[in-house]
């Protein structure tokens, strides 16, 4: 009987542990198969040859010799431990698969396929149950944030922010992002006190300061604007300034057309349009396919009363714009940027409808100027 018991604990263990890590590969991408089936096969072979070996050896035994080799408690003690390694080895699976299912995500984010990366984050998620590691659940949910962000899908996207830091509340990340889902849906006097929090975690993130910049420019706070633009571009160490300039020769981060926006803005409000232009121009230089950036400069040069240049510019800003919302339609800063080239184009009609659509997307604000009053 104790022969038996012992062969039917270990059968059913190992069983457990096999069955569990094959069915976790089956609903992983074929790079994460690829990677680890092959371990899964082996590990079950020499398993198997161990177990069988195992139990021919006790079968050779005497009854009373097996009798003293396993008694009662030594089964005991074995079925615990073998508990606690299969345990162990489905957590480090499901580990693996969550980690593999993130990274699928952010992959899928940069190549901008944002539907896919949400699929792949909210699979991560579902795995994520049972591997409890606070910290790699608030990732996926931030990159999960990310993706719902460039859809457009503010609210579920503010909720996310909201999960991860129910997880990990000193992450930095988190609040950042949580302060850009507030700046899209232009609660820009809400995002800033984000910002601030964020900047007690890290601050020396220059894409931060380049979110709090344009934050602080939209809502009229000019002077920390430039103060914190200027900031966000001295740690970007961005093409124009004295410090170094390793983006001058790479593709500069989306995050650092904020800072320019902010700079060159706040440049223009202060009456310092010849310096807004130059900071304007550098934007465009890195950033000619948004709309946003295309649209300042058009503003700058409207103040400098170069009519036809900021015409043709204008121009330019609604072709960007068209260009983005045929990839993303519910972006609401580029709807707004469109809306205000539009109305310096004199195309008010035009401008008026994109206007709706802003409104509609966010029924609780009235939008002047891409703020929100």
């Not at 129910?166 to 006190?193: C, D, F, M």
């Not at 970007?236 to 410090?243: D, E, F, I, S, W």
């Not at 440049?267 to 304007?280: I, Q, Y």
Request: hydrophobic residues 50%.
């Amino acid at each position: 009987m104790s022969i038996f018991l012992f062969w039917l604990l270990w059968i059913a263990g190992f069983a457990v542990f096999t069955a569990t890590r094959f069915l976790i590969l089956l609903f992983t991408t074929p790079a994460f198969r690829r990677k680890y089936l092959p371990a899964t096969i082996v590990y079950s072979l020499v398993g198997t040859f161990a177990l069988g070996g195992g139990i021919l050896q006790l079968q050779s035994l005497t009854p009373s010799a097996q009798t003293q080799s396993i008694g009662p408690l030594g089964i005991f003690v074995i079925f615990c431990l073998l508990v606690a390694i299969t345990i162990q080895l489905i957590r480090d699976t499901f580990g693996a698969t969550v980690r593999g299912l993130a990274t699928k995500g952010n992959r899928l984010v940069r190549l901008s396929k944002y539907a896919d990366a949400l699929t792949a984050y909210d699979r991560a998620l579902i795995g994520a149950r049972w591997y409890p590691n606070n910290q790699v659940r608030a990732n996926i949910r931030i990159g999960r944030a990310g993706a719902l962000l460039a859809l457009g899908r503010y609210d579920e996207a503010l909720a996310a922010c909201d999960q991860a830091l129910a997880l990990a509340p000193a992450l930095a990340l988190a609040w950042t992002l949580k302060g850009a889902v507030l700046t899209n849906q232009l609660r820009y006097s809400e995002a800033i006190p984000i910002y601030e929090h964020a900047l007690t975690l890290t601050a020396t993130d220059p894409q931060l300061w380049a979110l709090m910049a344009y934050a602080l420019e939209r809502a009229d706070r000019t002077d920390d604007a430039l103060a914190a633009s200027e900031k966000a571009l001295q740690l970007a160490a961005a093409p124009g300034l004295t410090t170094p300039a390793p983006l001058a020769t790479t593709p500069p981060p989306t995050w650092l057309l904020f800072a320019w926006i902010a700079h060159a803005r706040a440049l223009n409000t202060l009456d310092r349009s010849d310096e807004a232009l130059t900071a304007a121009e550098r934007g465009v230089e890195q950033f000619p396919h948004f709309a946003a950036m295309q649209l300042t400069k058009a503003q700058v040069l409207t103040r400098l009363h170069r009519a036809d240049e900021a015409q043709a510019t204008a121009a330019e800003a609604v072709h960007a714009a068209d260009q983005q919302l045929a990839k993303l339609p519910h972006v609401v800063p580029v709807l707004v940027a469109k809306a205000n080239a539009l109305r310096l184009l004199g195309h008010d009609t035009e401008a008026e409808a994109i206007e709706a659509q802003v409104r509609a997307l966010l029924p609780n604000l009235t939008i002047v100027d891409g703020r929100a009053v």
